[in-house]
């Protein structure tokens, strides 16, 4: 079981940066790949980013590549987020993964454990 903690959310005004954490605990967490995705209002939950256990790779989706940056301690995952545009709004949730892969990373059925997500808003 690993549990999954997220916090630095919050409203910022677009243009603006957030830094959002996860931290995760529980046995062997620190073997398992990360990911960040998040929910809008009205819209389907989506891939932001995601790193493998190691750190060594890294995964974004097409809409923050160049924006938003992952990285990891041993149990801690976090999400920096730049150059912030009104559409970012929406709950982000941390997730972890036993397993993943480059075809899979975006999936949101392969992540195992889900936090309980934070709200970031972006205001024009």
């Known amino acids: 079981q690993v549990h999954l903690v997220e916090s630095g959310g919050g409203l910022v005004q677009a243009g603006g940066s957030l830094r959002l954490s996860c931290a995760a605990s529980?046995?062997?967490?620190?073997?398992?790949?990360m990911g960040w995705f998040r929910q809008a209002p009205g819209k389907e939950r989506e891939f932001v980013a995601a790193i493998t256990s190691s750190g060594g790779n890294t995964y974004y989706a097409d809409s923050v590549k160049g924006r938003f940056t992952i990285s990891r301690t041993k149990n801690t995952v976090y999400l920096q987020m730049n150059t912030l545009k009104l559409e970012d709004t929406a709950v982000y949730y941390c997730a972890a993964a036993r397993f993943l892969y480059t075809n899979s990373a975006a999936i949101s059925r392969m992540y195992d454990y889900w936090g309980q997500g934070t709200q970031v808003t972006v205001s024009s």
């Open positions: 529980g046995r062997a967490a620190s073997n398992y790949a």
